[in-house]
């Protein structure tokens, strides 16, 4: 089973708009932690925002904001006031404790963004 | 900008060889990892390492193996390079002991043609 899913392989959204992207998630642990990354073009990963399994409220960075619905196993990105300069792909990833103790990002399939004048 | 820098920014092989991809980790990130993206997908685990040894491999051959550095800087080695191995290489770099809140800080990529 996918551990991590973004149905929206693109997106369209005018300028000044805001926007969802779409992620849902797949895990049996209580304990983890979901992160949006942004990928231009030029193909460096930056990252967005970060939201833990136990934090009681949403997390926001500027103008995004993540929207988590922990019952319904989703980690929406809000775009807000979309600019040009937010076309890129975007992609939401999970960490989970492994039995290793050790843990990595298992990253969706990503959702391309297009921001248009 | 992240502090994370990658060598080369792109690379051509032919199918056999061996190639050595080089990743500069932050100042005090003791903990490095190494991604495979191929075109039109998500990042893919390769390995990971912390303060020198590896503590963490995805699901990739033993032709593919790394080393970390004191100086925070790391390799990826990959042997008997095949046409699949043809993806955008991106390291990343951590504060942290990989915890579940421990943020990764990426580099550029490096992009490797096998021809």
């Known amino acids: 089973a996918q551990k991590i899913t973004q149905t929206q392989p693109g997106m369209f959204v005018q300028e000044k708009e805001a926007v969802t992207l779409d992620c849902t998630y797949d895990t049996s642990d209580p304990s983890y932690g979901l992160f949006w990354y942004k990928q231009p073009s030029s193909g460096e990963m930056i990252f967005l925002i970060y939201q833990g399994s136990y934090d009681q409220q949403n997390a926001t960075e500027g103008r995004y904001s993540l929207n988590f619905q922990k019952a319904r196993k989703s980690a929406n990105l809000v775009i807000s006031a979309s600019q040009l300069g937010d076309s890129a792909m975007y992609f939401c990833a999970m960490r989970e404790p492994l039995s290793s103790g050790y843990s990595t990002l298992t990253f969706g399939k990503g959702t391309m963004l297009l921001v248009s004048p | 900008e992240t502090g994370v820098t990658q060598s080369p920014t792109h690379l051509i092989k032919t199918r056999g060889q061996q190639v050595t991809l080089r990743c500069s980790s932050q100042s005090g990130h003791n903990t490095v990892s190494w991604y495979q993206q191929a075109l039109g997908q998500g990042p893919q685990f390769i390995f990971q390492?912390?303060?020198?040894?590896?503590?963490g491999r995805g699901n990739f051959p033993p032709r593919f193996s790394g080393l970390q550095f004191p100086n925070y800087s790391s390799e990826l080695n990959v042997n008997a390079l095949e046409l699949d191995d043809s993806a955008l290489y991106l390291c990343a770099s951590s504060p942290g002991t990989s915890g579940i809140s421990d943020t990764q800080y990426f580099g550029p990529g490096t992009r490797l043609t096998v021809l």
């Open positions: 390492y912390y303060r020198e040894e590896e503590n």
